[in-house]
């Protein structure tokens, strides 16, 4: 990942990707008599769908790339596959006959298998793999053409797999793409694309511009209504913060714009502007127990779960437009809703007990609320239980490289998880099974029994129910033993200005639905 340009820096880029873009509205009261939609992102590290790591990778290669199944309000909905079966260690897709390539080859069961083996070949650094196969599994992926269908078996049961194929890091790339892998990643192969949009040009670090494909007819059926008409060109600008960006949205040099909650109100009383508050990142408290760390004693990782007040986390991250985990996820993940897990109060003579005079590296990244308030908020409450905290709040991509690279050099972090997988076995995966040196995704080198029971009981499971119920088990076993502390689940906030929507279904945080009213 790549860290943001400063605001000055970026302003200035954005001045200049403006008067570049050639676009035909001005003004904030301007309607559809533009084929052009311009939107935020911030700055994507590859044009490679596999290996996407952030927001913006998985933005763009949703733009470019059709997965094999897609989210929606109610549920699953036919992407590139029109019928699927699945066991918890087979799926089953039948491939759709009437979709091709942006240089027109035909996508078939043997494209789609091809791209599938790139995406789970080995050692390809891609973060996705494990979350869309399951941990320990190598995919065996066969194509029948004749049959129109492609089968992906594993050896050990991940009931998600189907779910997975939803994720934009799994789109199907193209033979010209397969062909070229470094130019797929540098954005310079042409054919790649089986999605709606072709890349047309780009600036690194300042706009991405996209044209819809002339002969693209493969778009989903969704139970969902989604009106208007797809923009035939679509421009993302990198956007410095949320200030800069409601400004934009409404002087009318961007059309729909990722904002905070602190800028919200800006648009209130504005006709015709809209603003959507979409349910998005799951936070949770993340403890470096390894030996040597602090936190390998539970004691003080309870203290440090009792000196925070969940509310008031959510109060300072999200203006209260977020909502307090019951879980490891939102409500909207599966087997989330009714769930009972029992997570303690705050107890600040408790904590202050544990951890008068402890010393903790707190280590987060600055998109928990803006410039990462929420981090500054839970080191304050450190602090105030007689800790000495030292607070490294930082962009993402440091962020990440010290979580996983440099274990000697934090002690807890506040775990910002997308949950593309819209499943509890994703932060699960980060809370159990094999460390990040292992090959796995145990960031904390978590070694709880009862949690890794539960979790293997529940990808076994072929009952919902069942399943549901383990993997509750499974969170309650980790809160039980303060290995976690659920926070909150943020909120993505979209503005958008008049004659233009956007849609985010199913909690599908990588496929907002850009249209032009009609």
Known sequence: MKTRHGVIAATLALTVAFATAGCTTTGGDATASTDTIRTTIDIPATFDPTLATSLPDFLLARTSYDTLVRRDSGGLVPGLATTWTSTPTQAVFTIRTDATCSDGTKITPTVVKNSLDYFARPNSGSTQVVYTFGPGNTPTITADDAAGTVTVDIASPWPYMVDAMSVSSSGIICPAGLADPAGLAAGTVKGSESGPYALKTFQPGVSYDYTLRDDYSAWPTWTSTVSGSPAKNLTYTVSPDSTATANLVLGGQLDVG?????????????????????????????????????????????????????????????????????????????????????????????????????????????????????????????????AEVDLTNTDVGSWITTVVAKPGDWD??????????????????????????????????????????????????????????????????????SDTLPLLNDAFIYASRPGFTVQMLGGALDDPLFRIAK
């Open 258 to 386: 990722k904002i905070q909650a602190t800028t919200r109100d800006r648009f209130q009383g504005q006709t015709g502007y809209n603003v959507t508050v979409n349910p998005f990142s799951d936070s949770y408290l993340v403890f470096n127990e390894r030996e040597g760390s602090p936190f390998a004693d539970e004691a003080l990782r309870k203290g440090v779960i009792q000196a925070i007040d969940r509310s008031m986390f959510g109060n300072v991250t999200s203006q209260d437009t977020g909502t307090v985990l019951t879980s490891l996820g939102a409500d909207s993940v599966s087997c989330v809703s009714g769930s009972t897990i029992d997570i303690p109060s705050q107890d600040v003579a408790a904590a202050t007990a544990a951890l008068s005079g402890k010393k903790i590296r707190l280590v987060a990244p600055t998109i928990v609320g803006p410039a990462g308030a929420g981090n500054e908020y839970i080191a304050e409450a450190l602090r105030a239980a007689g």
């Open 412 to 481: 807890m972090t506040v775990f910002a998880d997308l949950n593309f997988l819209g499943s509890l076995a994703s932060p699960l995966l980060n809370l159990t099974g094999p460390t990040i040196d292992a090959g796995g995704t145990n960031y904390g080198a978590v070694a709880n029994p009862t949690a890794e029971a539960g979790f293997a009981t529940a990808n076994s499971a072929t009952d919902e129910s069942a399943r549901c119920a383990a993997l509750d088990e499974t969170v309650q076993a980790l809160v039980s033993r």
